[in-house]
C-alpha cells in the first residue's frame, strides 16, 4: 500500500468516524434541554428573589430599628447630663420622652423605671451595621458636642457569639466606627410577635407574619398585604449610662407602603416568569419539531422519499446488536436495476425516478418487521433479509425479482442480486452470539461486489458473495498493482507454440504466448492476466512488449543463420480502436530490424464486432506493410463468415472447440472440411488450433490443413526449447 492510498484510508476512516458523531449528536439532539434550563433559571430566579425580599425587608427593618436606638441613644445622653445634677430630674427628663423604661444601676438593680416591663431579659442581637450607627453619631452628636458625646454616649455591644470582638473600654467616638457589624443589644419585647430569636440566640424577622404573606403548599405563594394596617413590632434597647444602664422601649411601625417594593418586584417576576414560559413552550415545540425534521432529513432518501443508506446502517447495526435477533440468519442484498440509465435515456429521468419509487415500494411490501430496505445510489437498493434456508432464501429473492421485472405494463426489467450472507453464530455452549463485529458497510460491499460478476449479463440473475470472489478481487489488485513493475522488469516472457505441416511434419510457424514469471507469484499462465489487462487497457502495452520482443527474436535467430518461420502475435481488439496501429507495428518491427513477413498478427473474432470499415482499413495497411493477419478462434462464439466476406485475411485459425470433447465425429468433420475449403476458395491458409491425437491429425492432413497448432505436436514452449526446433538453413 502506498504512503498516498494510507493516508486517503486514513482520512476517510476519520470522514466516517466524524460522520457518525455528528449522526448520533444529531440524533441526540436535547430538544427537552431548553425546558429544563427554563425550569432551572425559574428556581434560580424564585431563589433570588426569595433572597431579595429578604434583604429589602430586613433593610427596611434594620433602617427603623437604627433610628429608635438612636432614641435610646439620646435618651442615655439626656439621662447622663440630667442625672449629673440630679438622679430625680435624670428620671423626670425622661418620663417626657414617653416610652417605657428602666434604669439600672452598676450592680443591675433597678434604680427607677418608667411604664410596663415587658422585656424579656434575655439580651439577644440583631446584625445591624454600626457604620451608619457611627455616621449618624458623627454627625448628630459627635460634631455639635464632642465632649459630653464622648462621656455620655455608650454603645454596649454584644459580643456573644463573636469571640474576636473585644469588650470596649474607651467608648469614644472614633471608636464606634471601628467596631463594625456588632449588635445592639436587644431584649424582646413579651408582646412581640413579629421578631424571633432562634437556639443559637440569634433574632430573625418572620417576614411572612409581619407582611401578611400566606404561604400554603395547596395554594403557593399568595401575598396578600393588609393595606393601611401597620404592624407594630415592640423591643427594648440598651445603652449605658453613668453607672449603669439604660434599658428603653422601641418598636418599629411596619406599614403598607414598606411592602411596595417587594409588591412591585414580585409582579415583574411574575410577569417575566409567565413571558418566560411562554417563551420555552414555543422554543420547546420549535425545538421538538426541528429535531423531528433533521430526523426525518438525515434518514429520507430524496429520490425515493423513502429510507436512505444512512438509516440502513443505522437500524441494521442495531438489530445485529440485539441479542434475540442473534440466532437468525440475515442476508445482506444489493438489488441494482440494471440498464437504469438507459432506461432514463429512452423515456425521463422523471420516468426513472418514478420507477425506482415503485421498486423501492415493491422490496419493501416483501419484507417483515425486522427487515430493512434502503434506497442506495443510483439504481441499487440495500436490503437485510432473515432467513432459515437457502431455499427460503432464494425463493424470497425470486419473488421479489419476478414482482420487480413486471412493475410496468409497458417494460420487462431486469435486476442484478449480490447477496452477502451473515449466518448466525454460536459459541461452544451452543448459544448465539451477539454479532457486534458485524461490519453491514463491508456485508453489503461484498454484495454489490457480487452484483459487479453479473455486470456482462443484461438479464436477471442473483450471484452470492464467496471467499473466491475475495481471491479473485484479491488477485486483480495484485495483477494492477504488478503490471508495470513487471514489464519493467521484463518478467514477462515469450513462451512459443510451434505450428507443423500434418503431411511433412515440418515446422510452419509459431504463435507467440505470453507468460508471468513473476519471482513473488511464480508462474503464471495468460488466462489469470490477459482477461485483466483487456480491462484495464493494459493490454496495449502487453501487445507492444510481445511484438517487439517476437521481432528481437527472429532477428536475432536469423543472425544465428537459423531458417525462421513466421511467429504469429495476439493483437487484442482493445488494440484496434488506434487508428496507427499498422504504423505502430511496421515501426517495432523495423525497430528490431527483423523482415515483417517473419512477424504475423492474430485477431480474436470477437475484434471483427467493433468499427468494421476501420478495421478493414488497419488490416489492409498492415497488409501492404508486408504483415500476414490471421482470424484467430474461428468458429468460436458467434459466427464469423459475414467478416471472412468483407476481410482480405491470410490465415484462418480454426478454433480449439472444434475438436473439444465428445461431439458427432461425422457433423464435426464435415463442418471442419468445408471451414477448410472455404478458405482455400478464399485463397487463405488454415490451422488448426487445439489438436492432440493422431486421428484428428490424420484427417486435417486428409483434407488440405496447411499448419497443426497443438498439444499432439508441442505445448507452448520457452524460446530455448523452440530454438531447439529450429533448424539451420
Ligand atoms: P489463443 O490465442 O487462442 O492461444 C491458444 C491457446 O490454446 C494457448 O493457451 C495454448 O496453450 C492453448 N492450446 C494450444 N494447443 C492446445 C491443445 O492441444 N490443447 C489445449 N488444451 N490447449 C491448447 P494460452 O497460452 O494459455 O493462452 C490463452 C489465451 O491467452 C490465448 O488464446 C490468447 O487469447 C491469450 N494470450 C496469450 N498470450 C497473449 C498475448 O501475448 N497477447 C494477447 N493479446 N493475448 C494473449
Ligand atoms: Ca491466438
Ligand atoms: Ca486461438
Known amino acids: 500500500m502506498t504512503d498516498k492510498v494510507a493516508a486517503a484510508q486514513k482520512h476517510a476512516e476519520k470522514a466516517r468516524k466524524k460522520n457518525e458523531k455528528l449522526i448520533r449528536k444529531l440524533r441526540k439532539n436535547r430538544w427537552w434541554l431548553s425546558f429544563v434550563m427554563y425550569i432551572f433559571i425559574c428556581i434560580l430566579a424564585t431563589v433570588l428573589l426569595a433572597v431579595a425580599a429578604v434583604w429589602m425587608i430586613t433593610y427596611t427593618v434594620e433602617d427603623k430599628i437604627q433610628n429608635e436606638y438612636q432614641n435610646v441613644v439620646r435618651m442615655g445622653r439626656i439621662y447622663d447630663e440630667k442625672s449629673a445634677v440630679s438622679d430625680t430630674e435624670a428620671f423626670q427628663a425622661l418620663r417626657y420622652e414617653e416610652r417605657p423604661f428602666y434604669v439600672l444601676d452598676a450592680a443591675g438593680q433597678t434604680k427607677c423605671s418608667y411604664g410596663r416591663n415587658t422585656s424579656i431579659e434575655e439580651s439577644g442581637y440583631f446584625m445591624i451595621s454600626t457604620y451608619q450607627i457611627g455616621e449618624d453619631f458623627d454627625e448628630e452628636y459627635h460634631e455639635e458636642d464632642d465632649e459630653a458625646y464622648d462621656e455620655d454616649i455608650s454603645v454596649q455591644f454584644d459580643d456573644s457569639g463573636n469571640e474576636d470582638v473585644e469588650e470596649p473600654d474607651d467608648y469614644a467616638d472614633d471608636k464606634l466606627v471601628e467596631y463594625e457589624d456588632k449588635s445592639i443589644v436587644v431584649y424582646l419585647d413579651s408582646d412581640n410577635e413579629y421578631i424571633r430569636q432562634n437556639e443559637k440566640g440569634e433574632f430573625s424577622v418572620d417576614i411572612a407574619k409581619l407582611f401578611g404573606f400566606n404561604f ?121 436495476f440494471v440498464k437504469f440509465r438507459n432506461f432514463c435515456m429512452a423515456h425521463s429521468v422523471q420516468e426513472g425516478e418514478r420507477v425506482l419509487c415503485t421498486v423501492d415500494d415493491v422490496i419493501c411490501s416483501h419484507l417483515d418487521k425486522k427487515e430493512l430496505c434502503s434506497h442506495n445510489s443510483s439504481a441499487h437498493y440495500a436490503v437485510l433479509m432473515k432467513y432459515d434456508s437457502d431455499e427460503n432464501l432464494n425463493n424470497r429473492i425470486n419473488s421479489i425479482l419476478r414482482e420487480l421485472e413486471h412493475i410496468d405494463d409497458k417494460h420487462v426489467f431486469a435486476y442484478h442480486v449480490g447477496v452477502d450472507k451473515l449466518n448466525a453464530r454460536y459459541d461452544e455452549e451452543g448459544k448465539p452470539v451477539k454479532r457486534r463485529d458485524i461490519d453491514l458497510e463491508k456485508a453489503y460491499n461484498n454484495a454489490c461486489a ?50 507443423y505441416d500434418p503431411r511433412t511434419n515440418e515446422l510452419k510457424g509459431a504463435e507467440a504466448l505470453i507468460r508471468w514469471q513473476s519471482p513473488e507469484y511464480g508462474f503464471v499462465t495468460p488466462g489469470r492476466i490477459i482477461p485483466i489487462f483487456e480491462k484495464n487497457g493494459f493490454i496495449t502495452e502487453i501487445d507492444h512488449y510481445m511484438i517487439s520482443h517476437v521481432a528481437r527474436d527472429q532477428k536475432a535467430w536469423l543472425d544465428k543463420g537459423f531458417k525462421c518461420v513466421p511467429i504469429s502475435v495476439n493483437v487484442s481488439r482493445a488494440h484496434f480502436v488506434e487508428s496507427d496501429l499498422a504504423e505502430q507495428i511496421r515501426d517495432m518491427v523495423d525497430a528490431e530490424g527483423a523482415p515483417r513477413n517473419l512477424v504475423e498478427i492474430e485477431l480474436t473474432e470477437s475484434a471483427f464486432f467493433d468499427d468494421k470499415k476501420a478495421l478493414i482499413t488497419t488490416i489492409k495497411k498492415m497488409k501492404e506493410y508486408g504483415f500476414a493477419v490471421s482470424m484467430d478462434d474461428f468458429g468460436a462464439g458467434y459466427s464469423s463468415l459475414n467478416s471472412l466476406k468483407d476481410m482480405p485475411l491470410d490465415v484462418l485459425k480454426l478454433d480449439a472447440d472444434f475438436f473439444r470433447g465428445e461431439t458427432d465425429g461425422d457433423r464435426g468433420e464435415i463442418v471442419v472440411a468445408e471451414a477448410i475449403r472455404l478458405a482455400q476458395k478464399l485463397n487463405m491458409h488454415t490451422v488448426a488450433e487445439g489438436v492432440e491425437v493422431k486421428e484428428q491429425v490424420d484427417f486435417l492432413a486428409e483434407q488440405g490443413c496447411d499448419m497443426i497448432q497443438g498439444y499432439y505436436y508441442a505445448k507452448p514452449i520457452p524460446k530455448e526449447e523452440y530454438e531447439a526446433r529450429m533448424q539451420v538453413s
Open 450 to 499: 457480487a452484483s459487479a460478476t453479473l455486470a456482462d449479463n443484461d438479464d436477471t440473475a442473483i450471484a452470492f458473495f464467496d471467499e473466491k470472489l475475495v481471491e479473485e478481487q484479491r488477485w486483480l489488485d495484485i495483477v494492477q498493482e504488478n503490471q508495470q513493475k513487471a514489464l519493467d522488469n521484463e518478467e514477462f516472457v515469450v513462451y512459443y507454440q510451434p505450428k
Open 216 to 336: 400554603s403548599l395547596k395554594d403557593g405563594v399568595n401575598v396578600n398585604i393588609e393595606t393601611g394596617e401597620a404592624k407594630v413590632v415592640p423591643f427594648w434597647i440598651q445603652t449605658d449610662v453613668r453607672d449603669g444602664k439604660l434599658v428603653a422601649k422601641s418598636s418599629i411601625v411596619i406599614e403598607a407602603r414598606d411592602t411596595l417594593i417587594v409588591l412591585v418586584v414580585v409582579v415583574i417576576y411574575v410577569i417575566v416568569i409567565l413571558v418566560g414560559f411562554v417563551i420555552a413552550i414555543i422554543n420547546f415545540i420549535g425545538n421538538f419539531k426541528n429535531h423531528s425534521r433533521v430526523n426525518k432529513l438525515l434518514f429520507t432518501d430524496m429520490t425515493t422519499n423513502s429510507h436512505n443508506w444512512m438509516w440502513f446502517l443505522y437500524q441494521g447495526n442495531a438489530l445485529m446488536r440485539k441479542w434475540r435477533n442473534a440466532d437468525k440468519n440475515y442476508a445482506v442484498m444489493d438489488f441494482d
